[in-house]
C-alpha cells in the first residue's frame, strides 16, 4: 500500500471517530440538574469508605506488630520485629495521607454539590 493512501485511509478514520462522540452526546438530554455533581459525591463517598477501611487494616496491623516486639524473646528476633513495625508504620503514614487527602476530595465535591443545588433552587450558596 502507497504511503500516501494510508496517510488518507489514517485521516479518514480519525475523522470519522473524532466526529462520533459529538453526535452521540447530542442525542442524550441531562436527567437532573446536577447530576455530574452528585455522581461524584457518590464516588468520593466510595473511595474515602474503602480508603478508610485500608486504614483500619493498618491500624491493627500496627497493633499487632508492636505485640510482636514485646514477645520477642531474643535480641534477633526484637531486631527483625522492629523492623517491620518500621515497614508497617510507614504503610500507615502513607494511608493516613491518602485518608486525608480522599476526606479533602469529599468536601469539596460536596461544597460543588450544595452550590449546584443553591444555584438550580435560585438561592445563593452559603460561602
Request: aromatic share 2%; with cysteine.
Amino acid at each position: 500500500m502507497s504511503k500516501l493512501l494510508r496517510t488518507t485511509v489514517l485521516a479518514a478514520a480519525i475523522a470519522l471517530v473524532g466526529f462520533q462522540p459529538t453526535v452521540a452526546s447530542a442525542d442524550t438530554a441531562p436527567e437532573e440538574p446536577c447530576a455530574k455533581q452528585s455522581a461524584k459525591v457518590q464516588k468520593a463517598e466510595d473511595a474515602l469508605a474503602r480508603v478508610t477501611a485500608v486504614f483500619d487494616r493498618q491500624k491493627a496491623k500496627v497493633k499487632k506488630v508492636r505485640g510482636d516486639v514485646a514477645d520477642a524473646e531474643t535480641k534477633t528476633e526484637k531486631k527483625k520485629a522492629k523492623q517491620k513495625l518500621a515497614k508497617v508504620k510507614a504503610k500507615k503514614a502513607e494511608t493516613k495521607k491518602t485518608k486525608k487527602a480522599q476526606q479533602m476530595r469529599l468536601t469539596k465535591a460536596q461544597a460543588r454539590y450544595d452550590a449546584c443545588m443553591a444555584e438550580q433552587s435560585g438561592a445563593t450558596p452559603a460561602p
